[in-house]
């Protein structure tokens, strides 16, 4: 492994149109990642396409990328996104169909008018903004308004007048007909498929979509008015679908949703709130149709076909990276494209999505089947070397298997694989035709999985986070190519087979322990590291914050944290955010900064250690204790009180968080030790806890954790006897300034 610096990126601020359907990009991934490559590729190819963000932020950054793009929905918006988008041109767009007729009635009064209902504050007859469905009984339960009239929001139940008007739509109107021919004809197989899909949305839903469709057709309008009125079309489908439904009530509650509820969305709102989510004042990145390529500056050239078709036509050209966003399954995602492409432009252009929609289950072994075909006939066109950057964002350990079993089998040489299981995302870089000579292993693929996770924990000195432990076993079996024989064996076996192995490696049978809340992994041959990897990444983010006075961009420490820690180091991003909070406080401005917290100033904590040491010293001689100093651990004070020639209390004063190296100083069982720190650590030491359960353990048997204050408190209040020294000093446990008690 080279051990490539993971890239965080940054969370989009604005929503993104079908958002819920993209990969997960994260902004800035791709552009450092091409900067950073040792030349500059004169073209770059993405041969997946599943992922717009990311080729947009490739041209955006001058490179020039290739991508084929099989589904029509994703075509669009791709091109869509690559212009600026006003609002004010969208706007005109949806004014003009808003006065458009509907028989005698102008459209968007009509369109609101199907959701009519009383609003429950001034009861004025107002348009609902959605209707909560339960699947079971058939109607709508629940009404959310925002009053038109009043200005007040409400959820309620509904009436039975909103029950009536809801239940005159049904599944068998023209309307439904009409949605189903504009995709596939009466006779086609795939029919069923597109049932399926238009079966995401409730009946009223299909008669104001198929309203307004019908006014698009017959409707004099400019082409980018037409155009216009399709991305908000598109919109209002994508919001409507009770898919993208649930999607949105989990997201909202944080936990799956009760399967028997969906909402119903007014078809009018979504099509408003459409303006806000495309517009888009980023400038615009040059567009052109393959075979065309794009120019010298930067863009992209769209193949509007599959990967398969394209390969063969781009030898000779020079490609000098390949950007991957693995696919996922996401087969209510080509459903729904399907129907959308036929809305918008008729059967013939769904027709080629026929032979995805007719697969039966399109699963991980589908996708390590299509993945390796795809790397396989890219292998063929790449020159030697070039470097091939995967991004898996929404990692899960078949994700993590899937495109290890493709890049494997198909000969590539996985590099570097890095994973943050917090956010979570895996980062991969394989070359092409750069295979070593080494003989390959004789060793088993359960013995490699296994001592790598094992290597692995030893190395981290704590347990760690099952994903992190599957990507050290992957690394191990891509660096061993035990993969690399098996090109003829059936694809699915080889990806079953590597799962099972992974599950009967990484298990108690082989001592290895698994703590379920926390999703980590420790070893029942290993002990306690002093200085595990999480302390390092602390220490070396305080030094990094100790070393700049001013404020430091937030992603510069992280990037400086990634250097420092690359690959399968990469700390998570909870570990670092802890960190942060505990030593440095946020400056103001546009950009996140962090400084150094003046009371986490070395000069000020050497104080703090100063004064509770003095503390401490003179109550313990108030208390009659014989009193001695043992050798610091760094910068950790160690005093320890006698009585009558046997140790009886072992403090230790420390600035930081760092537990370990106190805990493991001494292997013999200690009395009565405490380790006092400032109350600030409390939250961090909560983390450290939470994700390493066998220090959670040493300490909560063997040691107490007491606050800065806590102390200066015990010295003011007075009335210590050696009799209640020990209760008084557990009367203000540490972890209650932690946000969530109890420990463990
Ligand atoms: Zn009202």
Known sequence: MKNQPFIRGEQYSKAIPLEEFLPAYRSGVVSSWLNHLPSRPDLVISPFGDSPLEALEAAAAGYRVVVPIHNPITRFLLNRLAHKISKAELN?????????????????????????????????????RSFTWSRSKGEPVRKTCLCSDCGEPSETPVSQEDLKKALTFKENSPSHARALTRVAAPNDPVRFQ??????????????????????????????????????????????????????????????????????????????????????????????????????????????????????????????GAVLMVFPKPN????????????????????????????????DWVWLTRAIKSTLSELKEILPPGVQCFGLLPNLEIAYLISVGTAACATGFTLTDIAVDPDLPQGQIICTAGEQSAAAPTTKTMKEIIRSAGFEFLKAAGEPKHTLSLYSAGLASIASEQVLLQSEEENLADIYNQLNKNFEESIAYRQGFLHFSKSETWWHQELSLSPDPHSDQVEQALVNHLVKNSSPLLEVDIYTHLYEKFPGLETPQLGLIEVCLKSYAEKTGGNQSRWVLKSSDQPSNRRQDIQEIDGILSQLGNQLGFDIKKSAPIGNILNLVWHDNGKTSYTFYISASGILNKIITVSDNPMVNCWIILPGSRAELIHYKMEN????????????GLIKYRHIRRIADE?????????????LDPFTSDAPQLPLI
């Open 92 to 128: 005109t767009a949806l004014v003009r169909l808003a006065s458009s007729y509907k028989g005698k009635e102008r459209l968007k009064p009509f369109i609101l008018s199907l959701y009519e209902t009383e609003c429950p504050h001034c009861g004025r007859l107002i348009s609902a």
């Open 194 to 319: 597109a049932e399926g899909a238009l079966r995401t949305y409730p009946p009223r839903t299909v008669y104001a979509l198929f309203t307004i469709l019908n006014k698009l057709t017959g409707f004099d309008l400019t082409p980018e008015e037409r155009i216009n009125l399709e991305m908000l079309l598109l919109h209002a489908f994508y919001r409507c679908s009770s898919i993208k439904s649930s999607l949105i009530l989990e997201k909202e509650s944080g936990k799956s949703t009760d399967d028997d509820i969906f909402r119903e969305e007014n078809v009018w709102f979504a099509l408003e709130e459409a303006l806000g989510i495309w517009e888009n004042g980023q400038n615009s990145v040059p567009v052109v149709t393959w075979p065309d390529l794009p120019p010298g500056s930067g863009g992209i050239s769209i193949y509007p076909g599959r990967v398969r078709d394209l390969i063969p036509k781009l030898k000779g050209l020079d490609f």
């Open 331 to 362: 087969l209510s995602f080509w459903a729904l494209s399907a129907l959308w492409t036929g809305w918008l432009w008729g059967q013939e252009a769904a027709a080629s999505l026929r032979n995805i929609l007719s697969l039966q289950n399109l």
């Open 692 to 703: 390493n359960n066998p220090l959670a353990e040493t300490i909560q048997n063997s040691w």
């Open 718 to 730: 007075g009335g210590l006897t050696k009799d209640n020294l020990r209760e008084r000093l557990a």
